[in-house]
């Protein structure tokens, strides 16, 4: 079972403000950063946001990522039909031996 | 720009032992950790472990005892060895690399995943 807690499932239309929470502990989003990936359907994980913030380049500026105590959050502005997809938030976690542990996972759908 | 491929059996039978190979082009094994994640059929993801191009390897701690992981730079690859596999292993294969150089960091670089289905 996963550590950082997603909700299942999240909607808005076209030209909408989405926001996902991940839901941690001290020692993992507490002390280290946190990365998100989109999974489009069919498709293997891309890298969204990375270092709590930082949009690799091709990301567009729309998904943001912030972080606050341990928990982190993803938005995504103008919410456009493509960006149907699940989404996970992941980090690494200090406790029992150390381990990289990935988000339950938020299916994002676009009305 | 560097891209990654997965490739082994598809099938594999309960008690025996998985092995992918991850073959890197289009850039050297060099530098990097390199990873391996797997996602059961309708469900989420899960990290395995790493391998970095040194050799040295952590390993998420429910699957320690059963994984091993290998990287190989003469021939710009990496692999995984899972052993005594059950039903429950059954999942899409993905081999990523870590984005920092020197430093375990988000995986930018994913393979397509390969399914592997564990079944008599």
Do not use: H
């Not at chain 2, 099938?11 to 390199?34: A, M, Q, R």
């Amino acid at each position: 079972q996963s550590v950082l807690t997603q909700p299942p499932s999240a909607s808005g239309t076209p030209g909408q403000r989405v926001t996902i929470s991940c839901s941690g502990a001290s020692s993992n989003i507490g002390r280290n950063t946190v990365n998100w990936y989109q999974q489009l359907p069919g498709t293997a994980p891309r890298l969204l946001i990375s270092n709590n913030y930082q949009r690799p380049s091709g990301v567009p500026d729309r998904f943001s990522g912030s972080k606050s105590g341990t928990s982190a959050s993803l938005a995504i502005s103008g919410l456009q039909s493509e960006d149907e997809a699940d989404y996970y938030c992941a980090a690494w976690d200090d406790g029992l031996n150390g381990s990289y542990v990935f988000g339950t996972g938020t299916k994002v759908t676009v009305l | 720009q560097v891209q990654l491929e997965e490739s082994g059996p598809g099938l594999v039978k309960p008690s025996e032992t998985l092995s992918l190979t991850c073959s890197v082009s289009g850039g050297s094994i060099s530098s990097y950790f390199w990873t391996w994640i797997r996602q059961p059929p309708g469900k989420g993801l899960e990290w395995i472990g790493y391998v970095y191009y040194t050799g040295s390897t952590k390993y998420k701690p429910s699957l320690k005892s059963r994984v091993t992981m290998l990287v190989d730079t003469s021939s710009n690859q990496f692999s995984l060895k899972l052993n005594s596999v059950t039903a429950t292993d059954t999942a899409v294969y993905y081999c990523a690399r870590a984005q920092g150089e020197g430093y375990f960091d988000a995986f930018d670089i994913w393979g397509r995943g390969t399914l592997v289905t564990v079944s008599s």
